[in-house]
Nanobody, 125 residues
Framework: QVQLVESGGGLVQAGGSLRLSCAASGRTVSNYAMAWFRQAPEKEREFVAGFSRSGLTIDYADSVKGRFTISRDNAKNTVYLQMTSLKFEDTAVYYC??????????????????WGQGTQVTVSS
């Protein structure tokens, strides 16, 4: 199984940028559909961005489309989430997740078997 560790969170002003990293160990990320989720206080965990195992399917939540970019570096066994034009409402704990399904991509958190511990992103208005 894969272990996931997120990093890169922090405090940033509205309009700023951050890049989150999800370092994998145990297995390579190319064996999984990968996604980023986020959870704000008193809200449900929501899908942010993800790509299928093949990388051919990439999906973004409407709220981040055009501002966030998900990518994968197989050599570093790491998945990234580049976040630009950050807004106050992007404040949340961000989680990396892996799904071993061979085809496709789901936005449902229950579809992901492996999770990191999360990294806090705080955007000041």
């Amino acid at each position: 199984q894969v272990q996931l560790v997120e990093s890169g969170g922090g405090l940033v002003q509205a309009g700023g940028s951050l890049r989150l990293s999800c370092a994998a160990s145990g297995r390579t990320v190319s064996n999984y559909a990968m996604a980023w989720f986020r959870q704000a206080p008193e809200k449900e965990r929501e899908f942010v961005a993800g790509f299928s195992r093949s990388g051919l399917t990439i999906d973004y939540a409407d709220s981040v489309k055009g501002r966030f970019t998900i990518s994968r570096d197989n050599a570093k066994n790491t998945v990234y989430l580049q976040m630009t034009s950050l807004k106050f409402e992007d404040t949340a704990v961000y989680y990396c997740a892996a799904d071993p399904r061979p085809i496709g991509l789901t936005r449902t958190a229950q579809g992901y078997a492996y999770w990191g511990q999360g990294t806090q992103v705080t955007v000041s208005s």
